[in-house]
């Protein structure tokens, strides 16, 4: 079992507990994510990792809807009856009622392992009397603790439970929620389809399209009233041609990442992005806002042409941007921060706060997702020896991305961001040369976890998990980075890299080489590519989804 952690106040969760979670009616997700912030809401209960979440067929009684699973792991000072007790409030605040044994419900809340216990009474027996025989329980607890063995079966860990189950007859499908606006994404689905992000920056610096949407004169009042009116409308008319275009998120960001750039501070930052967001709520009329219970989990046609991303590593703009007044609809969507948390400690903090605030409001909304990125060093030194720097050739270089990503996963779940709310970014362009790059690019399967090292051309390495629990982090059945399951983003768009392979030295006119890029992405297994130019880099998308997925004409 994992160690327990010393709760703010100095008192100590004496007990971890794994909890299944199971919902197959309305918004499956959020009444998921709703009894995850409710156990925590008293403060004697701390969720500090979560699985996947997966999509299977009913079991038992099989003539209902699919379920969506989870798992997470909880330190607590509750017994076990009185975390029971807790369960089944919450199960009862939540809307269960209890008609058929097995059979549909808004919310299934069972306690699975209770430290090392043993326990067998008419309300409670641990570990769960069913769990070994159920693949919907056995595969989320395995993506935390599959080299766990159970007090029951002492020399049979988790995952050769898992792995002795027969075949399902309907393949499990993890889910991972990015907006009530869209679709899950479904990363293991092999004929899935790949969003496009679009850039906005924001910013009269970045290396691309500096100052091309950044109000005149970039100051903390956005200049005089009549050049931010114009300044708005152009901002306007851009956000609604890349809509128009097929982007499916705006990632709009307005502090430059690019060596040398000047950092501006948060109040800059968000006096920046003042204007971008009251164009976006102009974007949102009234009758297309979802309700906190619209189905955001469920496929079909999108409630709302635009997933916001706020591109920031800055914890005051996160809080700055659910602060508008009047507020966006549910705030930004996602948070898409270039360092992965390493520039500001405090983002994750604040995030996991903001979305357990979303989560418990009077009007629960759906809390954002996170891109975490790979980064070493700041934007002024990640091109410099040793940010740049990988030993062991590409299989070095990427284990070492692999490795430091995993870390940055669970720092995000110690924070309160739920596994099934991350997505990952390689961070092509950032802390690594041409060489590393392409590696990403050639041998993105091998991150993804769905090829072994040993594809990957280059020299064996000593592991260090830097304080990753390393094959009880799901490091099984072939996964050898570690990460299978989580979505991928990758933004090669107009890289340095793309120019020196292609020759072409102004970024603006990289969309050639980007396009090759961006291809090869897709075939790699990316999930969301990031790009400025949305019509060309739509059409490769679709394309290469066509050849490499199978999924043509969509």
Known sequence: MASQPAATNGATFAHTAYVALGSNMGDRIMHIERACAE????????????????????????????????????STSLSPIALLDRLQSIEDALGRVRVIDKGPRTIDLDILLYDDTTLSTPRLTIPHALMLEREFVLRPLCDMIATHTPPTTPNVPLSTHLSSLPPSPHPFTILTPISP????????????????????????DSFSDGGRLSPAPDSPDGGDARAMEMFKARLKDEME???????????????????????????????????AWEVLRSLYPPSTQPRASSPHDQAGTPRHRATISLDTYRPAVLTASFATSPPLPHG???????????????LFPTLGAHSRALLLSRTPSPPPSLVISHLRGTPASMGAAPHAVYAGGPRGALR??????????????????????ILLDPGVGFAKGE?????????????????????????????????????????????ESGLRGFPWVLGVSRKAFVGRLSGVREPVERGWGTAAAVAACVAGGADVVRVHDVKEMREVVRVAEGVWRGVAGR
């Open 39 to 74: 156990m925590e809401r008293q403060g004697d209960i701390r969720i500090t990792r979560s699985s996947f979440l997966y999509e299977t067929a009913a079991m038992y009684v099989v003539e209902q809807a699919k379920f969506v699973n989870a798992c997470i792991e909880i």
């Open 181 to 204: 606006y869209l679709p899950p994404l479904r990363p293991l689905d092999p004929a899935r389809r790949t969003l496009i992000m679009s850039i906005l920056n924001l910013t009269p």
């Open 241 to 275: 041609r890349h809509l128009s275009e097929g982007a499916d998120i705006l990632d709009i960001g307005a502090q430059s990442t690019r060596p040398g750039a000047e950092d501006i501070g948060a109040s800059r930052e968000i006096a920046r992005l003042a204007p």
């Open 332 to 346: 930004p969507h996602i948070l898409n921060d270039i360092s992965g948390g390493t520039l500001s400690p405090a």
């Open 400 to 421: 070492a991305v692999a490795r430091e990503l995993r870390a940055r996963v669970r720092a995000a779940e110690r924070a309160g961001v739920r596994r099934w709310r």
């Open 435 to 479: 060489r590393v790059n392409l590696a990403v690019l050639r041998h993105l399967g091998a991150l993804r976890g769905e090829v072994g090292w040993g594809q990957v051309p280059g020299e064996e390495e000593e592991e260090e998990e830097e304080g990753v629990e390393g094959r009880e982090d799901g490091q099984e059945d072939g996964n």
